[in-house]
């Protein structure tokens, strides 16, 4: 019998792993693993149902932890250091990427779409570091999120006019507070014969478009050759005739190349670690920086102000429920050292509300044929 005859799974509101050694399967009421548990496990992995948010992570192998919609639970699994070592190898023999002391980091793509991220001692004190992320499949579109509570219906329609009159979009929140997601449903209000071009570290966006290239960075060889960086996937994305240009995400200096992209003219969109949608305007107007000694605010801060036409930040909450909570419009203006901007939907009495201001920056809106006072006028 092979080791997916020998699992079962109880789904319960706290789904447990239970790992049995030396006796007697139990009945289907609980979770049998088979010897080879690595194998099981990347099982386990692959039946999850499609959770939002659902991550693994292994700190040692008596600490393997699993978040169901956001919340955190420590599992009974006990593994062996070999078997986490036997999984993760598993895992990356399909992504052609490697783990091991001179590159002792490793972001990954799994078949299934989840990211695998690993990190070895002895950079880690004595255990290997697994996560494992799961992103939805459930959510496709904006009108998804609305029936999930993370967003309003006339937010919603807001985002899908900026969307259509390609408007450059900048998704700001914290680790796990459903950045990719959002970004998913929002390029879903593309055009159907729109030619999107995505760049990431690793894939992560599912994306249902009719023309669509992907590409992921790669790392150096043994030898220190061939690393693909973001920098330059962003540079050859603009040789491929996009009508969008989507950048996962940015952290350093590849920030640089996405403004100078959004500054061409070209729609784009871009997701970014922030503690608010103002907070990620000055992120972005300082990352660009670390791209050298010759870019300087003068250039990063009017680029800003005039690329980015609107922030959506998100959040997730204590109870593990991810929402939107605040959508920035800047103005094209920079006040000293500040881009400014307008809020024009934020929480009131727990519900994402316009506030009464509308976005400054209309050509874009005008051109596509769309008014949008005629959504933030409509019934809350």
Do not use: Y
């Not at 706290?14 to 009945?27: E, H, L, T, Y």
């Not at 690993?118 to 004190?125: G, Y």
């Not at 004595?126 to 992320?133: G, K, Y």
């Not at 590849?254 to 070209?266: F, K, P, R, T, Y």
Request: net charge positive; aromatic share 4%; hydrophobic share 40%.
């Amino acid at each position: 019998m092979d080791c997916s005859e020998q699992l079962s799974l109880t789904l319960t509101s706290r789904s447990s792993i239970v790992r049995q050694q030396g006796s007697k399967p139990p009945s289907t009421a609980g979770i049998r693993i088979s010897p080879d548990t690595s194998k099981c496990l990347r099982i386990i992995i692959s039946r999850q149902p499609p959770i939002v948010g659902t991550e693994f992570w292994i700190n040692g192998p008596h600490r393997v932890f699993i978040a169901r919609d956001g919340v955190p639970e420590l599992t009974p699994v006990a593994l062996t250091d070999g078997e986490v070592r036997d999984l993760v190898e598993r895992m990356l023999q399909s992504s052609g990427r490697r783990v091991d002391l001179s590159s002792p980091f490793v972001d990954a793509s799994l078949p299934d779409g989840s990211r695998l991220h690993v990190v070895i001692p002895d950079v880690t004190q004595r255990h290997w570091a697994v996560n494992i992320r799961k992103f939805t499949q459930r959510i496709r579109d904006l009108q998804r999120l609305v029936a999930l509570g993370s967003l309003s219906h006339q937010a919603a329609e807001f985002l899908r006019m900026c969307v259509l009159s390609g408007q450059n979009i900048l998704v700001s929140g914290a680790t796990q507070s459903g950045k990719t997601t959002l970004l998913g449903a929002l390029l879903s209000s593309a055009r159907p014969n729109e030619r999107i071009v995505t760049v990431e570290e690793t894939f992560e966006l599912d994306l249902v478009a009719r023309d669509r290239v992907a590409m992921q960075c790669r790392q150096p060889s043994l030898e220190g050759t061939g690393e693909i960086t973001l920098r330059r996937l962003i540079k050859e994305s603009l040789r491929m005739r996009p009508d969008r240009l989507v950048v996962g995400e940015v952290r350093e200096a590849e920030s640089l190349d996405l403004l100078i992209a959004l500054n061409s003219g070209l729609p784009g969109m871009s997701s970014i670690h922030a503690n608010s949608a103002r907070d990620a305007l000055a992120k972005l107007s300082t990352l660009p920086l670390l791209a050298g000694r010759n870019i300087d605010s003068a250039f990063v801060l009017p680029t800003v102000a005039g690329c980015i036409d609107l922030v959506v930040h998100c959040e997730i909450g204590r109870s593990g429920k991810r929402r939107v909570v605040e959508i920035v419009a800047p103005s094209g203006q920079v006040s000293g050292s500040l881009v400014e901007a307008s809020t024009i939907f934020d929480l009131q009495a727990g519900m994402l509300a316009p506030t009464g201001s509308h976005p400054t920056k209309t050509a874009k809106f005008r051109a596509a044929g769309f008014d949008p006072a005629a959504v933030l006028a409509g019934v809350r």
